[in-house]
C-alpha cells in the first residue's frame, strides 16, 4: 500500500516539471472521466490498455510532478516569481553593457527573507545554474534514497513478527538496521548539518562529504586545508565508533544465525519434517553468507543507484531548456505578421517534441527507472518473493485440466 505514494512520489522526482506534469495529469483525468466509455469499447490495442489501466497511477504521477516543479521551480525550463527574489543587484553595479554581474551572497542576499517554496527564480539567469542544481538535487538524491531503504528494513520486522521467525529480528534486522544507518545514515545527518552551518560566510571552507566518507574509513583526519578539517568536534571518536559498530555487525548477520539455529537442533533433537530434508552447519552458513554479503554490498550500491534521481531530473531539465532555446525562442525573434505565423508554426513543432520527447519517452524512462528502485532497492529489504504463485480461479482452466480444483 505504501507504493501507491512512493512510486507517483520517485517518478516526479525525476520529472519534476510543472508544465510537463500539468499534461500528464489532464490526460489521465480525461481517461477517468471517460473511462465507462472506453471500457464499453473493450479496446484490443495493447498499448493503450497499457495506459488506460494505469490511468490512476498516471494521474497520481502527474500530481506528484506539479509539486516536485513547484519545487524546483521549472515549467517548461522557464521558472515562475511568485513570492518576489531575495536577491538584490547593487546599484553602483548596474551599467549599460554589462551582461552579467557577480552577485556576492554575503552583500546581495536577504538572509531574513528567504524565496518562501521551491527554488529562487534568479537561478533560472544564473551562470552557475547547473552547479546549483547538481549539489542540489544529488544531496536530496541520497537523502530520499537512503530513507526509503530504512524503512524497507523497518518493514522487514512485520515480516519476522507474522512468521514467527524471531531470531531474525535479532540476527538480521537489527545489524541491517545498525549497518546501513551508521555509514550512509550518518551521511545524510552529515548533508543536513553541511547546509545548517556553512553558509556564504564559510563557502571557502565548506566540508567535501565525499573526502569526509572516504577519510573516515580510512581513519584519516587531516588539519589543513580548511575544507578537510572535521565538521564538528569528536568528529573522530563518533566515526571511528560508527565505522566499528558497521564492521561488528557483518560477521553478526553472518555466524550468529547459523550458529544458533545449528545448536538449537542438536540440543533439543529436532528431526526434519516430511518432504525437507536436514540442512547441515555449511548449508545455513552459506546461505546466511549469501544474504549478508547480498545486503552488505547491497547497501552501497542501491545508495548509489538512488542518484539516478539526480541525473534523471537533471537530463529532463536540460532537454526541456534545450527545447526552448533551440524551437520555440526563434519564433520570438521575428515582428510583425512574420512574428505571428512564426510562433503559430513553431509552437506546433515545439509542442510535438515537448510531448513526443519529454512527455512519453521520459516519461516512460522515468517509470522505469522508478518501477526499478522499487522493485530492487527498495523491496529486496523486506521481500522475499516466496510462496505459491497467484492463479486466478478460472472455470476454463480447469476443464481444460490447467489448474486443480
Known amino acids: 500500500p505504501y507504493t501507491i505514494i512512493t512510486f507517483p512520489f520517485i517518478f516526479a522526482v525525476m520529472f519534476g516539471d510543472c508544465g510537463h506534469g500539468l499534461l500528464m495529469a489532464l490526460f489521465a483525468f480525461w481517461m477517468i472521466l471517460k473511462e465507462r466509455q472506453f471500457l464499453a469499447k473493450k479496446s484490443d490495442n495493447e498499448i493503450w490498455n497499457t495506459m488506460f489501466g494505469g490511468r490512476y497511477i498516471i494521474f497520481l504521477m502527474g500530481l506528484f510532478s506539479i509539486y516536485t516543479g513547484l519545487i524546483y521551480n521549472d515549467a517548461f525550463s522557464k521558472s515562475i516569481n511568485i513570492f518576489g527574489s531575495p536577491w538584490k543587484i547593487p546599484q553602483e553595479n548596474i551599467s549599460h553593457g554589462v551582461k552579467s554581474v557577480i552577485l ?28 546549483f542544481l547538481n549539489s542540489y538535487k544529488m544531496k536530496v538524491s541520497i537523502i530520499l534514497g537512503v ?13 519476522h513478527i507474522h512468521f514467527r521467525r524471531y531470531i531474525n529480528i535479532i540476527c538480521e534486522f537489527i545489524p541491517q538496521l545498525l549497518f546501513l544507518l551508521s555509514i550512509f545514515g550518518y551521511l545524510v545527518i552529515l548533508i543536513i548539518l553541511k547546509w545548517f552551518w556553512f553558509d556564504a560566510t564559510r563557502s571557502s571552507c565548506a566540508p567535501s562529504l565525499l573526502i569526509a566518507l572516504i577519510n573516515m574509513f580510512l581513519i584519516t583526519y ?3 586545508p580548511c575544507y578537510l578539517v572535521s565538521m564538528y568536534e569528536a568528529q573522530k571518536v563518533v566515526q571511528i565508533f560508527l565505522v566499528g559498530l558497521a564492521l561488528v555487525c557483518i560477521p553478526w548477520m553472518l555466524l550468529i544465525k547459523p550458529i544458533f539455529l545449528h545448536v538449537g537442533r542438536h540440543r533439543y533433537e529436532v528431526t526434519p519434517s516430511e518432504g525437507h530434508e536436514e540442512q547441515g552447519f555449511g548449508d545455513l552458513f552459506i546461505h546466511q553468507a549469501i544474504h549478508t554479503i547480498e545486503y552488505c554490498l547491497g547497501s552501497i550500491s542501491h545508495t548509489a543507484s538512488y542518484l539516478r534521481l539526480w541525473a534523471l531530473s537533471l537530463a529532463h531539465a536540460q532537454l526541456s531548456e534545450v527545447l526552448w532555446n533551440m524551437v520555440m525562442k526563434n519564433a520570438f525573434m521575428l515582428k510583425g505578421y512574420a512574428g505571428c505565423i512564426s510562433i503559430y508554426v513553431v509552437f506546433a513543432f515545439w509542442a510535438a517534441l515537448t510531448i513526443g520527447i519529454l512527455l512519453v519517452m521520459e516519461g516512460l524512462s522515468a517509470f522505469l527507472h522508478a518501477l526499478r528502485l522499487h522493485w530492487v532497492e527498495f523491496q529486496s529489504k523486506f521481500y522475499d518473493g516466496q510462496g505459491y504463485a497467484f492463479i486466478p480461479f478460472s472455470f476454463k482452466a480447469i476443464v481444460e485440466g490447467q489448474s486443480e480444483v
Not at 538572509?111 to 527564480?121: M, R
Open 147 to 159: 530513507s526509503q531503504m530504512l524503512f524497507g528494513v523497518m518493514l522487514s520486522i512485520w515480516n
Open 222 to 224: 587531516p588539519t589543513e
Open 104 to 131: 556576492n551572497p554575503v552583500v546581495s542576499f536577504n538572509v531574513s527573507a528567504p524565496y518562501p517554496f521551491g527554488l529562487d527564480p534568479i537561478w533560472q539567469s544564473a551562470t552557475n545554474k547547473i552547479m
